[in-house]
């Protein structure tokens, strides 16, 4: 959900598949909320401003027609344009689920696929969803970020009859798919929760919430969840102690605001804090660190995105877990389900991607590169 969210990359292009020439496609390495129980982390859930980019098209033909992403259509010969708007690129999260999603077109075999940088702006979401309809996209994937904005972009889809999944912060009219928000945040705050019983005897001093309410209530209902997962452990917690400050869903912000509010807390040594995503976890520990008081905090997040990983696998880190969405398997959920309606199925009112609380006991098990 680190200075490269402050980053202003230029406008890019994405090639998916291979041309029929042989040109070969590059991905970015790289990523969100945005918008995620136990400590052990055996649960899962399944059901769990001119535009970014110039949208120009590469087919993405595979040598096996019509793969297991792709719905099978490719053996028929049809093919189809689908356009992703990215949340931004400088989160590891949404870069993510970007190589997923090409990842995915690849191997569908009969996707053209068209990307944009949303850049965390709703006006240029909004551009490029006009850019989208110039190009002739015939579905979209949307990810971005501001509510507000959500309703416009959705009524130029509409008057076209373009079907829209909309990743993780939803849109009137579109389906969702993402992070299923009050069930990985409360594993989060249940894995925070069993933490400060066994090592602060169960006590809170404060409970700090970096929230996103720009984004609506569906990532408001993550944040809940890890509040209502931390209460089942440790019993309600007096509004009089919480803060709810508005992260924006970026590092940068989030320590500026931890750094304000531990001043605050002079006496305070058991503060549990509760993040929309890694950035903003990375954000709060930063402050922490600064201010000398690592040892006073304790923190968990919805995300798990490589830099939380590594964050809580280091010695004495205060990020106690984070509960994974797995945004490289996005592509693969979503693309087969947006294939099936362009051919005349229809779509579902809402799906989900899996969660599991990772804890530094359980990274290697689901992220093997970790370990080295």
Same mark, same amino acid.
């Given at each position: 959900?680190?200075?490269?969210?402050?980053?202003?990359?230029?406008?890019?292009?994405?090639?998916?598949?291979?041309?029929?020439?042989?040109?070969?496609?590059?991905?970015?390495?790289?990523?969100?909320?945005?918008?995620?129980?136990?400590?052990?982390?055996?649960?899962?859930?399944?059901?769990?401003?001119?535009?970014?980019?110039?949208?120009?098209?590469?087919?993405?033909?595979?040598?096996?027609?019509?793969?297991?992403?792709?719905?099978?259509?490719?053996?028929?010969?049809?093919?189809?344009?689908?356009?992703?708007?990215?949340?931004?690129?400088?989160?590891? %999260?949404?870069?993510?689920?970007?190589?997923?999603?090409?990842?995915?077109?690849?191997?569908?075999?009969?996707?053209?696929?068209?990307?944009?940088?949303?850049?965390?702006?709703?006006?240029?979401?909004?551009?490029?969803?006009?850019?989208?309809?110039?190009?002739?996209?015939?579905?979209?994937?949307?990810?971005?970020?501001?509510?507000?904005?959500?309703?416009?972009?959705?009524?130029?889809?509409?008057?076209?009859?373009?079907?829209?999944?909309?990743?993780?912060?939803?849109?009137?009219?579109?389906? %969702? %798919?993402?992070?299923?928000?009050?069930?990985?945040?409360?594993?989060?705050?249940?894995?925070?929760?069993?933490?400060?019983?066994?090592?602060?005897?169960?006590?809170?001093?404060?409970?700090?919430?970096?929230?996103?309410?720009?984004?609506?209530?569906?990532?408001?209902?993550?944040?809940?969840?890890?509040?209502?997962?931390?209460?089942?452990?440790?019993?309600?917690?007096?509004?009089?102690?919480?803060?709810?400050?508005?992260?924006?869903?970026?590092?940068?912000?989030?320590?500026?605001?931890?750094?304000?509010?531990?001043?605050?807390?002079?006496?305070?040594?058991?503060?549990?804090?509760?993040?929309?995503?890694?950035?903003?976890?990375?954000?709060?520990?930063?402050?922490?660190?600064?201010?000398?008081?690592?040892?006073?905090?304790?923190?968990?997040?919805?995300?798990?995105?490589?830099?939380?990983?590594?964050?809580?696998?280091?010695?004495?880190?205060?990020?106690?877990?984070?509960?994974?969405?797995?945004?490289?398997?996005?592509?693969?959920?979503?693309?087969?389900?947006?294939?099936?309606?362009?051919?005349?199925?229809?779509?579902?009112?809402?799906?989900?991607?899996?969660?599991?609380?990772?804890?530094?006991?359980?990274?290697?098990?689901?992220?093997?590169?970790?370990?080295?």
């Amino acid at each position: 959900m680190l200075p490269n969210r402050l980053l202003n990359l230029p406008p890019r292009l994405a090639l998916t598949g291979l041309a029929a020439s042989g040109l070969a496609f590059t991905g970015l390495a790289a990523s969100l909320l945005l918008a995620g129980c136990n400590g052990g982390a055996q649960s899962t859930s399944d059901n769990s401003a001119a535009p970014a980019a110039s949208a120009s098209t590469a087919a993405s033909n595979s040598a096996s027609a019509g793969g297991s992403a792709g719905g099978g259509s490719a053996a028929g010969g049809q093919r189809f344009k689908i356009g992703f708007a990215n949340l931004t690129e400088d989160i590891p %999260f949404a870069v993510r689920v970007r190589e997923g999603i090409e990842k995915a077109a690849k191997a569908a075999g009969n996707v053209d696929l068209v990307t944009a940088d949303n850049k965390l702006d709703g006006a240029t979401a909004l551009a490029n969803a006009d850019n989208f309809i110039t190009q002739g996209v015939q579905g979209v994937i949307e990810f971005q970020t501001d509510e507000k904005f959500g309703k416009n972009i959705m009524e130029k889809f509409k008057a076209k009859n373009i079907p829209v999944i909309a990743i993780d912060i939803p849109m009137p009219g579109a389906t %969702f %798919f993402g992070v299923n928000n009050p069930v990985a945040g409360g594993m989060a705050g249940k894995g925070l929760g069993d933490w400060v019983k066994k090592n602060w005897g169960g006590q809170v001093d404060a409970l700090i919430m970096l929230e996103l309410p720009q984004s609506g209530p569906i990532p408001a209902a993550r944040m809940k969840g890890q509040r209502d997962g931390l209460e089942s452990v440790v019993g309600k917690i007096p509004e009089a102690k919480v803060k709810h400050l508005d992260s924006k869903n970026t590092l940068e912000e989030a320590r500026k605001l931890i750094s304000d509010t531990l001043t605050t807390l002079p006496s305070a040594h058991h503060i549990a804090i509760v993040c929309i995503n890694d950035d903003t976890a990375a954000g709060a520990i930063a402050a922490a660190e600064a201010a000398n008081r690592k040892k006073d905090i304790a923190v968990v997040a919805v995300d798990a995105s490589e830099r939380g990983r590594e964050q809580i696998l280091k010695p004495d880190s205060p990020q106690i877990g984070s509960t994974a969405s797995f945004p490289e398997n996005y592509g693969a959920k979503i693309m087969p389900v947006l294939l099936k309606a362009l051919q005349g199925g229809k779509l579902p009112a809402q799906f989900y991607t899996n969660h599991v609380f990772l804890t530094k006991d359980n990274i290697a098990k689901y992220y093997p590169n970790n370990a080295k």
